[in-house]
């Protein structure tokens, strides 16, 4: 996205001002707002990007769009005046992930390029750009914002202020209980992996090899191989204990660390940069790969333990305690608990199926209250092939909001109606204080804020 900073000066002197795409169409300053200009090719990406995305327009997009374009500019300006800042890493792994999805959704590296006529690093850098600017909006509309913490009668006054056939849906919902075995690994397979990566370290040591070559060729973590192994800027708490132990400890960018074992595999590490408490590695993730005997010997002592279970020999809740090598449930007796931050459940045992893992989902879809499943294989959340059993805790199915089964869900809605206002009233005063102009042309639109014309 070709982005310019203008002062206002400029501005008066012409806002006219070309500049020269690469189709050789003539671009133009639609929109500023306070020092920051608005082009057409703004809007032509963004376009393009919801395009291929399948997200549809609720009107002209050549409105919609520049006006939501001009309210970001408004948080933008706000977020460099409170220095907001967002996480350089995370934006780099999301981008990645996009760029790889659409490859595959247009066939080929070629076919994307193609349709965006840019080479690949352009959209990557474009994409990069917009992603940070999103990021930087949400960060300061939470800081706006703040925590919102509503009364239940605030909740039950909103419950009594709409009418039954107003109230929502909510989908059918289920609370499930899980028991996991990994497959146990021979000491030969992780001596094998162990000795691959020795190998690899010698080859950097010995100069024969870059260790960003060795990571897109062999590193199993698909997100960071194809940038070569480039993890990003991260701080200590977002990498797992024993990875952060080895890697902030690195001072050489030539040397490589010795092996480090975490739960996603075995790794190895080469420091790119140190910024007081924040760090730039690469790193080669090679997993253990179980073989179908061990497979086969895993779903014979989960079959073993489901008999027992089903003998009540032991309950369920005892083996998820004891038993199971997941660690995010055995301390909560096997409970299922939805970590999707985008869900009205979130933090709650409540999963609507399509929030459950997709082996769960297609496990659970036939199973009554109380019932327990037979062993069957998923993968868990650290990519690891793994034995279950899952048993269906309570299923709440599709019904108009109450509250006293939705009293949570109809919270989180207050919340939102209350976060959508504060934002609108800030972005409604901020209009006020910052210089605005809109080209000829693009000044005849239905604008969700009136304000932008004055």
């Known amino acids: 996205m070709i982005k310019k900073s203008l002062t206002l000066i400029l501005f008066a002197c012409s806002l ?19 020092d920051e200009a608005i082009l057409r090719s703004d809007v032509e990406n963004h376009r393009m990007v919801m395009q291929s995305e399948g997200i549809r327009f609720s009107g002209d997009p050549y409105c919609i769009i520049p006006e939501e374009l001009a309210i970001q500019k408004l948080y933008l300006n706000q977020a460099k005046l409170d220095s907001i800042e967002v996480d350089e890493g995370q934006i780099i792994r999301y981008v990645d992930s996009w760029i790889e999805g659409a490859i595959n959704q247009f066939g080929s590296r070629e076919k994307l390029e193609e349709y965006w006529n840019k080479k690949l690093s352009q959209i990557k850098e474009d994409q990069q750009t917009i992603v940070r600017e999103q990021q930087t909006v949400q960060q300061m509309q939470r800081h706006l914002v703040g925590d919102i913490k509503l009364t239940p009668a605030e909740v039950r006054r909103y419950f009594q202020s709409i009418s039954p056939d107003s109230l929502p849906m909510i989908p059918t ?16 397979e992780t001596d094998a992996i162990k000795a691959r990566l020795r190998e690899f370290t010698d080859l950097v040591h010995s100069g024969e090899r870059e260790f960003s070559y060795l990571a897109r060729l062999y590193s199993e973590d698909q997100g960071t191989a194809l940038r070569g192994g ?4 991260q701080s200590k708490g977002y ?32 420091l790119i940069e140190k910024r007081g408490d924040r760090i730039n590695v690469r790193h080669i993730l090679l997993r253990p790969h179980v073989s179908d005997k061990e497979l086969n010997e895993t779903t014979a002592r989960m079959d073993s333990l489901y008999m027992d279970i089903m003998a009540d020999k032991l309950t369920f809740e005892e083996a998820a305690t004891y038993l199971s090598f997941d660690k995010e449930t055995k301390n909560n007796k096997g409970l299922m608990v939805n970590l999707n931050y985008e869900s009205n459940n979130y933090g709650t045992p409540k999963f609507e199926m399509q929030e459950l ?22 993968m868990a959340q650290q990519q690891k092939e793994v034995i279950a059993i899952v048993k269906l805790k309570a299923r709440t199915q599709s019904h ?13 809605m207050v919340e939102d109606r209350k976060r959508e206002e504060l934002l609108r009233d800030w972005v409604a005063k901020k209009q006020k204080t910052v210089y605005v102009r809109i080209a000829d042309g693009w000044r005849n639109c239905d604008f969700q804020y009136p304000g932008w014309i004055r």
């Open 173 to 188: 919902t289920v609370e499930a209980q899980i028991v996991m075995f990994e497959p146990i690994i021979p000491v030969e």
């Open 357 to 378: 893992p997709p082996e769960v989902a297609k496990v659970i879809d036939s199973m009554q209250i109380g019932q327990i499943s037979t062993p069957f294989l998923m």
């Open 16 to 34: 006219s001002l070309v500049v020269q795409g690469q189709d050789n169409v003539i671009d133009e300053i639609i929109w500023v707002v306070g």
């Open 239 to 270: 990498l797992v204990p024993e990875f952060a132990n080895v890697a902030f400890n690195l001072t050489d960018p030539r040397r490589v660390s010795n092996i480090v074992e975490t739960e996603y595999g075995f790794h190895i590490i080469q």
């Open 400 to 412: 108009r909001a109450n509250l006293i089964d939705d009293y949570q869900a109809l919270k989180t």
């Open 230 to 233: 480039d993890m990003g800027w």
